[in-house]
């Protein structure tokens, strides 16, 4: 996977400013395209539950004529088998996150993406280049990037407190939060491992060579599966997606969780007592992508999808809305004062230049991987 971000003086303008210099006429509104209108006027999605907020869909509707009809998913997997299942037809926009090109590669269910028709200059070069190398499959480019975010803790400010300025992915397990925490399974797992380096039960860039051979897969993921069912009664609640999230904190008890950045971010927006930041151990990085399936039928409303999403004033607007963050130059001056101060303090300090970008899986890993979940979630 490409490292989006630098080790050393990043910052969120670093993150959301590039060298390409926005397109003027991106200020004046979107004009109906006559390619668009030679569709059959909608357009099929398939992307995670929280990524369209109604103020992109009905701007995108109004100006384009093109209905969206959306379908949200929660998980990676859910992507890759709902088009294995229906040979690549059925959606015209699917969703999968940087680090899977290797398990969409050998699959071929996506078709490589017009560039020509893609506003790519209006997107920061680092992330645009994700595509260029780990998602070119040997004709063409076959992802571009939409969304970007981390996954680190949450908690809910009146009844847990960090011990530190940060806190840790230790704090899901520890005996005192004891039925009081929430994770997801594979994620929350490879977090036990990220502390466990910490506190001497891994070698320290141990969850790192975990991606190298499954021999050292096995060896790595077999000691994190034997700590974490250990701990497994101290977890309330596994999640799946974003409202199940919002809703452990808010209705289920859960007090400190690891989660994504949007869903307590959004929370915290509308005046919840709920903060997000990344925790000592480093939070997990991702950029979701915008893809194409070989049985899109819609081609033309797709490229209107990609030339909206890539306006700074839609992808401002939305990311106040659903809480992550924007590849596009520019977007962060639309957000409004909310956005720029959870970004703030979700990575207070060095927490940016201390993110880890989640390696590419390949299909073993992510097969042994299963494995050693099931393992957890049926002790």
């Known amino acids: 996977m490409t490292d989006f971000t630098s080790r050393a003086g990043l910052s969120r303008r670093a993150i959301l400013k590039g060298g390409a210099t926005l397109a003027v006429g991106l ?43 959306f379908t949200g998913i929660g998980s990676n997997e859910e992507i890759i088998n709902k088009m294995k299942a229906t040979k690549g037809r059925g959606f015209d926009i699917v969703s999968p996150t940087n680090n899977r090109s290797l398990q969409w590669q050998p699959l071929e269910l996506l078709q490589p993406i017009d560039m020509t028709r893609v506003p790519l200059e209006n997107v920061n070069p680092a992330m645009a280049k994700i595509g260029e190398v780990d998602w070119a499959f040997g004709e063409g480019v076959y992802w571009a990037p939409h969304i970007w975010g981390t996954e680190g ?47 001497g039960e891994l070698a320290p860039g141990d969850v790192w060579k975990a991606y190298k051979t499954p021999e050292a897969m096995a060896e790595v993921w077999g000691k994190i599966t034997d700590w974490c069912i250990a701990k497994k009664g101290n977890v309330k609640l596994l999640w799946n997606d974003a409202d199940t999230q919002k809703n452990g904190l808010l209705n289920e008890g859960v007090i400190v969780g690891q989660t994504w950045d949007g869903p307590p971010l959004a929370l915290k927006t509308a005046g919840e007592p709920v903060m997000y930041a990344a925790p000592l151990e480093g939070a997990m990085a991702w950029v979701d992508g915008i893809a194409i399936p070989t049985g899109a039928e819609n081609i033309d409303a797709v490229y209107e999808f990609l030339k909206h999403a890539y306006m700074p004033e839609l992808a401002g607007e939305a990311i106040d809305h659903h809480g992550y963050n924007s590849p596009v130059l520019g977007a962060d001056k639309f957000a409004g004062a909310a956005y720029a101060r959870n970004f703030a303090d979700a990575y207070p300090g060095d927490a940016l230049a201390n993110l880890n970008p989640w390696p590419a899986e390949p299909q073993w890993y992510a097969d042994a991987r299963t494995e050693f979940v099931n393992r957890f979630t049926s002790a």
């Open 27 to 69: 200020a004046a509104p979107a004009i109906v395209s006559r390619r668009a209108l030679a569709s059959s006027g909608e357009l099929n999605i398939l992307m995670w539950s929280d990524y369209l907020p109604e103020t992109f869909v009905s701007a995108f509707e109004t100006s384009t004529g093109i209905k969206i009809n």
């Open 153 to 199: 803790i949450a908690w809910r400010t009146d009844l847990f407190t960090p011990k530190g300025v940060l806190p840790s992915y230790g704090d899901v397990w520890a005996d005192e939060n004891a039925g009081k925490t929430m994770g997801r399974g594979h994620s929350m797992m490879l977090g036990a491992g990220l502390y466990m380096e910490t506190i």
